[in-house]
């Protein structure tokens, strides 16, 4: 017997990974205020060594600089994670508390991010400020943000056809986007080989507190 499909009500989407994508709206007003107030720190401060390899990463405290208070993107980046709390929990009334830390990255020719996830968090992201054009010849998926599926068995037996089971996914990221996923989410940032400079502001909520208000 030839059994009638919908994909839509014969499929179980099991175990699926959130991965939030926005646009902020006001990027081209705060991009170019963010990129001075981050220059400027770096000439301050000597970075940190976390995942990333080559670089600058400032201390977890980018969210209390007080020339930051005058944009709004730490008040976009605690709405994005809200946001994804809300499809997570299906739910769209609801209280939340969250501990929050950020901080600023610098990225320079040769710096990348090695493979690595955030322990201790629930969601992590990403605003992007600066995301220069590289060259022509540049290395491959220069620049780009990558995401591993984390079904660690599930690259046994090769599928046939345009199935990307087992592949990394890849975001190549524009200025003004900011990116959010679930922390546990292994990822890495990809070298480039040209003589540009790229800023992006990254960050991680902890959920303290979720009441769930019904409707």
């Known amino acids: 017997m030839r059994l009638n499909f919908d994909h839509n009500q014969n499929v179980l989407r099991a175990f699926p990974t ?7 709206p006001n ?51 605690h709405s994005a994670v809200s946001h994804m709390v809300a499809s997570a929990a299906q739910s769209t009334r609801f209280n939340l508390n969250c501990d929050f830390v950020s901080w600023a990255n610098i990225n320079r020719r040769g710096s990348h991010n090695s493979v690595h996830n955030h322990c201790n968090s629930h969601w992590s992201g990403v ?56 922390s546990w989410l292994y990822h890495s940032v990809n070298p480039f080989n040209s003589d540009v400079v790229r800023i992006s502001i990254a960050f991680n909520a902890r959920v303290d507190h979720f009441e769930d208000l019904g409707g």
């Open 27 to 77: 990027a081209e007003q705060i991009n170019p205020v963010l990129e001075k107030i981050i220059m400027n720190r770096e000439s301050q401060y000597h970075g940190k060594s976390k995942s990333n390899v080559g670089g600058w990463h400032s201390d977890i405290d980018f969210h209390t600089w007080p020339e930051v208070q005058q944009t709004d993107i730490v008040e976009t980046m």
């Open 127 to 182: 605003y992007y400020v600066t995301v220069p054009k590289f060259a022509e010849n540049d290395l491959p998926r220069a620049g780009d943000i990558m995401f591993y599926d984390p079904r660690g068995a599930v690259n046994m037996v090769v599928h046939p056809g345009k199935c990307n089971d087992g592949e990394a996914i890849r975001v190549s990221p524009i200025a003004g986007s900011l990116l959010i996923f679930p």
């Open 18 to 24: 959130l991965i939030g994508n926005f646009r902020v």
